[in-house]
């Protein structure tokens, strides 16, 4: 199985459909001599854990795969993944030691904006590509040799909001008032910002706004209050188990939660529990139609539900956030395969000449800060799963539009 291909926007490569899709792979030689190191971290302990060790098992199925076939230009790869600890600091060393140390070939991101601000960096005092997943503010990345997979384009905190604000419109009962409740973690923080401002210009009427630090553990006083204020909507900024946390603190206080948006929940441990019924989410893709067509969607899901599976992950389907990291290691193969090069400067020139194709669709990079399409949806724990609703073109068929 291989997972590369690539679209030029000035010609389409010359790949046949078996190739391209992995079927002929008895055609292709073992990998051989010294291995491609990519070098990255992950925050495999702390408060990003629950997430990231979603990206550490789609990196090794993809990695592994890679080394199936014919590794990256005939050489097999070697994963140079450390722990930042969910720490930015650590991760600005990590990377540090990973290209002066371990003198690796080429770099991908860690898990979430502000790590991976501190690796851009560290790619930018060493002039090497960096390719990332996760992250949350376009405006903060100012080096021109960053390739984004979390494909939101270059104005989240507007498009973003306006999209979950178009799917409450277009339901049963479109709400009047609005809580917004946030983590100041730097991501989340600046979409609830931005949520803030559209609701306002949108003619909502905001009931509560508060905001807690990131690490917070105690969210009764937060449910108390919005017990108290009674608003008809809750945009929830909370990132990994925070969503968890402020959803059993309401609970407690006896306060079933009205309609509520919850913008980076750990997605699996929210789907299992009854408190989470019917909430909203963003999403880039789902693990069914018609994203399921995406490029190499069908192979990667199977695999990685059986591995997820054996991990014990709370969840074992493809969602956003196994499926923008898979994006990512299929934007670094093409460009490699794409150049016939890991000379960083040839593949950041390609990169931003070229469109991707994806599990998450088509990517390009020549956006402001290149980003390029926002490829958002609204996601909505319907019936024990998580289902795209909103918008109607993505939306898993014969889903209702929104449960209250």
């Known amino acids: 199985m291989t997972f590369f291909a690539s679209i030029s926007r000035r010609s389409v490569l010359a790949l046949s459909a ?36 979603i990206h550490k098992l789609v990196g090794e199925i ?25 720490r930015p600091d650590l991760a600005r060393t990590l990377y540090e ?23 851009m960096g560290v790619a930018q005092r060493y002039n090497k590509v960096l390719i990332h997943h996760t992250f949350g503010i376009p405006s903060l990345a100012k080096y021109d040799m960053h390739f984004p997979t979390w494909a939101t ?11 979950v604000f178009d799917a409450l419109a277009a339901g049963p009962k479109p709400p009047k008032t609005i809580a917004i409740v946030t983590s100041k973690f730097p991501s989340v923080h600046f979409m609830s910002v931005g949520a803030r401002d559209i609701a306002k210009k949108r003619g909502l009427t905001e009931v509560l706004y508060l ?22 909507f809750i945009w929830a900024g ?11 603190a309401m609970k407690k206080i006896d306060y079933p939660a009205p309609q509520m948006f919850h913008y980076l929940p750990s997605p699996g441990p929210m789907l299992k529990s009854p408190d989470a019924k019917n909430a909203l989410a963003v999403t880039i893709f789902e693990q069914h139609a018609p994203m399921m067509s995406n490029f190499g969607a069908t192979e990667f899901a199977k695999t990685f539900n059986e591995r997820a599976a054996k991990a014990g992950l709370p969840d074992t389907q493809v969602d956003t956030q196994a499926a923008a990291s898979f994006a990512a290691w299929q934007v670094l193969e093409a460009a490699v395969n794409g150049t016939k090069s890991f000379d960083d400067k040839v593949l950041a020139a390609w990169l931003k000449k070229n ?12 956006g402001p800060s290149n980003y390029g399409d926002d490829l958002s949806k609204i996601k909505q724990v319907q019936n024990g799963e998580w ?17 209250p």
């Open 355 to 366: 469109t991707v194709n994806t599990i998450q669709g088509p990517m390009r990079f020549d």
């Open 97 to 119: 030691q990973i290209v002066t140390v371990d003198k690796v070939d080429l770099l991908i991101g860690p898990y979430a904006t502000a790590n991976i601000l501190s690796a």
């Open 238 to 248: 909370v990132i990994a188990l925070e969503g968890m946390l402020l959803l059993d």
């Open 387 to 403: 289902v795209v609703i909103w918008p109607r073109a993505s939306a898993k068929p014969g889903v209702k539009h929104l449960l």
């Open 18 to 53: 078996t190739a391209a899709l992995g079927l002929g792979s008895a055609a292709l030689a073992a990998p051989s001599g010294t291995p491609v190191k990519v070098g990255g971290t992950l925050a495999l302990t702390g408060p990003l854990s629950a997430t990231a060790l």
């Open 62 to 86: 993809y990695v592994e795969e890679l080394n199936k076939k014919n590794g990256l230009l005939g050489r097999p790869v070697e994963w140079v993944l450390k722990d930042d600890q969910s």
């Open 211 to 232: 905001e807690w630090d990131f690490g917070n553990r105690d969210f009764g006083p937060i449910a108390s209050r919005l017990k108290e204020a009674k608003p008809d």
């Open 153 to 163: 384009g270059p104005s989240p905190e507007v498009t973003g909001p306006n999209l």
